[in-house]
């Protein structure tokens, strides 16, 4: 029974699906209208999200990665450079493009996660679905104030969820939260878009 609660919270709440989250609701925060939010929302998606999904699923599929969401430490690198690529390229699309500085914010954290992430995974694994779980959190903190709190209880489920699996020891789901929650209230702070 907890096995399969564990199993359910990861794949629920796993990156990408956080990601399309916190990216609408940026979006939505930054537009005048849904059509709008949803416009940015699919050019966001299409040019960071997808190309990397799409990488990770062929890579899968040729048995050079053990799967989509967790895989070990020694195959993460390769992720981490991806990402960090193709984020820094969207990026600057996006600037150019004229996106919603919100959506630039994130992506600028995302980047600068990301490359975080690729320097610990040199010596340590670290979670990156509880590093998700407080971005999500951290983002609807920055946008929505403490009416936000309630998505903290997200951060300590998903926690519990890549430790009972043996994905992650404590050690390494703090650090993905800390790191990641850390991050995405600096940069938006920086950018001025902390609503406390």
């Known amino acids: 029974m907890k096995t399969r609660l564990a199993n359910y919270i990861s ?12 990216v609408f609701l940026l979006a939505k925060d930054s537009t005048a209208n849904l059509w709008e939010a949803a416009k940015w929302s699919f050019i ?15 890579m899968v599929k040729k048995g050079k990665l053990k799967s989509v969401f967790s895989n070990p430490r020694e195959q993460r690198h390769v992720l981490y450079v991806l990402g960090s690529v193709l984020v820094g390229a969207a990026l600057i699309i996006l600037v150019f493009i004229g996106a919603p500085d919100k959506l630039i914010a994130a992506l600028f954290a995302g980047f600068v996660s990301s490359v975080l992430f690729m320097i610990v995974n040199f010596f340590w694994k670290i979670s990156v679905h509880t590093a998700f779980a407080s ?17 903290v209880l997200l951060v300590p489920m998903m926690a519990w969820a890549r430790v009972y699996l043996k994905e992650h020891t404590v050690g390494q789901v703090t650090a993905g939260a800390l790191l990641a929650g850390t991050v995405i209230v600096t940069v938006f702070n920086i950018f001025n878009m902390v609503n406390l």
């Open 135 to 151: 971005a999500f959190f951290s983002i609807a903190l920055v946008l929505y104030g403490y009416s936000a709190l309630g998505f």
């Open 11 to 22: 794949d629920i709440f796993n990156p990408l699906t956080l990601s399309i989250l916190f």
């Open 44 to 58: 966001f998606i299409a040019l960071c999200m997808l190309p990397i999904f799409l990488v990770i699923l062929n």
